[in-house]
T-cell receptor, first 112, second 110 residues
Framework: QQQVKQSPQSLIVQKGGISIINCAYE??????FPWYQQFPGKGPALLIAIRPDVSEKKEGRFTISFNKSAKQFSLHIMDSQPGDSATYFC???????????FGKGTRLHILP | DTAVSQTPKYLVTQMGNDKSIKCEQN?????MYWYKQDSKKFLKIMFS???????INETVPNRFSPKSPDKAHLNLHINSLELGDSAVYFC?????????FGQGTRLTVV
């Protein structure tokens, strides 16, 4: 049973475009939703995170949109750059110390 | 001053051998994890420790034995290595909700 479903598996976007990655979760007890960025040969790095008491969080070119009733959240990357090419993971967790459950990842490629 | 450091970065070994991966964090976090990333990049939780105590063991074969000598260290020992153990293993620590990952250990069993 996959608790966090992520789509698409891969995404190609032109430089300057908007990249959108979607995730859905099942467990309503989840209360922390981070996004991680992973470059080849590196560990996942925390990009941005949201809690369910807000519907949107923005940090620079990265925005999380959160829909609690639909149990969905998404990452938007504005003005996508070639340096954003990486694998992105959505995730969910219950409580401050509980395990973090990851989606299967989206391989993003930004065309120069 | 790396926050979460793992050693070694690469590990190539023969089937049947026993190996260990070490992890240290300098963030002062109470919670540490081991994750396995397979060839399809899927990140799966293996173990979770809180203040040196095992909290989660996600149906990992008992050939895998984590050990936490103190809350800054979480090591992973693997006995009788199998071909299917080949993967990248990540250590992570978590504090105030945020989790930080090490650079990973690529284990190749031949």
């Amino acid at each position: 049973q996959q608790q966090v479903k992520q789509s698409p598996q891969s995404l190609i976007v032109q430089k300057g475009g908007i990249s959108i990655i979607n995730c859905a979760y099942e467990n309503t007890a989840f209360d922390y939703f981070p996004w991680y960025q992973q470059f080849p040969g590196k560990g996942p790095a925390l990009l941005i995170a949201i809690r369910p008491d807000v519907s949107e969080k923005k940090e620079g070119r990265f925005t999380i949109s959160f829909n609690k009733s639909a149990k969905q959240f998404s990452l938007h990357i504005m003005d996508s750059q070639p340096g954003d090419s990486a694998t992105y993971f959505c995730a969910a967790s219950r409580g401050r110390d509980d395990k973090i459950i990851f989606g299967k990842g989206t391989r993003l490629h930004i065309l120069p | 001053d790396t926050a979460v450091s793992q050693t070694p970065k690469y590990l190539v070994t023969q089937m049947g051998n026993d190996k260990s991966i070490k992890c240290e964090q300098n963030l002062g976090h109470d919670t540490m994890y081991w994750y396995k990333q397979d060839s399809k990049k899927f990140l799966k939780i293996m173990f979770s420790y809180n203040n040196k105590e095992l909290i989660i063991n996600e149906t990992v074969p008992n050939r895998f034995s984590p050990k936490s000598p103190d809350k800054a260290h979480l090591n992973l020992h693997i006995n009788s290595l199998e071909l299917g153990d080949s993967a990248v293993y990540f250590c992570a620590s978590r504090g105030r909700g945020e989790a930080f990952f090490g650079q990973g250990t690529r284990l190749t069993v031949v």
